[in-house]
């Protein structure tokens, strides 16, 4: 089974900073866009950000000016650089593989929970 390896959640303050990564196997043919969701408590998966393989990155309003998503094609993995985190940030984070040949692949999420 194809496993997408996560790390970088955690516990933080309001207004502090975490970073996410996660890397993809090379078992992975054709990796298109590499990406962010999250899952709050009682709510469902949302987009965080998405990256194409040119480069063309995507974000939810809520995270704009705030998350940073970066990717290395030749490592093939994709970082999400989270700043001034507030409360509502709160949620398991998955990392997201798309390849044009397989389909999507999803990270296990990791909890990132901030704090007041």
Not at 41 to 59: C, F, W
Request: contains cysteine; positive net charge.
């Amino acid at each position: 089974q194809v496993q997408l390896v996560e790390s970088g959640g955690g516990l933080v303050q309001a207004g502090g900073s975490l970073k996410l990564s996660c890397a993809a196997p090379i078992s992975i043919l054709g990796i298109s866009v590499m990406g962010w969701y999250r899952q709050g408590p009682g709510k469902q998966r949302e987009l965080v950000a998405t990256s194409t393989t040119g480069g063309i990155t995507n974000y939810a309003d809520s995270v704009k000016g705030r998350f940073t998503i970066s990717r290395d094609n030749t490592k093939r993995t994709v970082h999400l650089q989270m700043n001034s985190l507030k409360p509502e940030d709160t949620a398991v984070y998955y990392c997201n593989v798309r390849s044009i040949y397989s389909g999507q692949y999803w990270g296990q999420g990791t909890q990132v929970t901030v704090t007041s």
